[in-house]
T-cell receptor
């Protein structure tokens, strides 16, 4: 597709369930990022993938969060045993490369609501 | 530590009035600075960026921002607001020489009224 695609756009789940969020970056972009957007708190960095390098996982808030990127393209963010504080919009972005000041292209996000 | 502070979570202006959205940063290395805009139900898109060339940066839709090292600021301005400018605006900080692990401010929601 022309832009970054995320699915699902909305997800409502019960506390304790696992969820998977998917990101399909722009074709040819080697860098992929996950951010979390909570109400009134801006964007919080979660994880960064660059090519075949080891990902920067420094922003993941707990070991319930994990992400993978298969074949240098599609990425999945998994949240295990969801908690109410996990409710937020999860944004994926990609860029042509991870270096310098290249533009990040964002998807529309996946809104997660944990009941 | 790096940080970004946006002063004012909500700003309201009249159509045709000056828009001024404030951003201050803290960085121990020369920064890259960005403004992104998020329209309702859309992803963020880049308005403009500063990368140590010209200190006055012009972006899309008539917006511009000036990098002031002495004030550690990167305020966003537009001379005349349009109704279509209503959106949320995010200031972001990156490290020169680093990769695009941007630190975002909390955002400023701009309302434009007739």
């Amino acid at each position: 597709g022309a832009g970054v695609s995320q699915s699902p756009s909305n997800k409502v789940t019960e506390k304790g369930k696992d969820v998977e969020l998917r990101c399909d970056p722009i074709s040819g972009h080697t860098a992929l990022y996950w951010y979390r957007q909570s109400l009134g708190q801006g964007l919080e960095f979660l994880i960064y993938f660059q090519g075949n390098s080891a990902p920067d996982k420094s922003g993941l808030p707990s070991d319930r969060f994990s992400a993978e990127r298969t074949g240098g393209s599609v990425s999945t963010l998994t949240i295990q045993r969801t908690q109410q504080e996990d409710s937020a919009v999860y944004l994926c972005a990609s860029s042509l490369s991870g270096e310098g000041a290249g533009e990040l292209f964002f998807g529309e996000g996946s809104r997660l609501t944990v009941l | 530590a790096q940080s970004v502070t946006q002063l004012g979570s909500h700003v309201s202006v009249s159509e045709g009035a000056l828009v001024l959205l404030r951003c201050n940063y803290s960085s121990s290395v020369p920064p890259y600075l960005f403004w992104y805009v998020q329209y309702p139900n859309q992803g963020l898109q880049l308005l403009l960026k500063y990368t140590s060339a010209a200190t006055l940066v012009k972006g899309i839709n008539g917006f511009e921002a000036e990098f002031k090292k002495s004030e550690t600021s990167f305020h966003l301005t537009k001379p005349s607001a349009h109704m279509s400018d209503a959106a949320e605006y995010f200031c972001a900080l990156g490290e020169s020489g680093g990769y695009n692990k941007l630190i975002f401010g909390a955002g400023t929601r701009l309302a434009v009224h007739p």
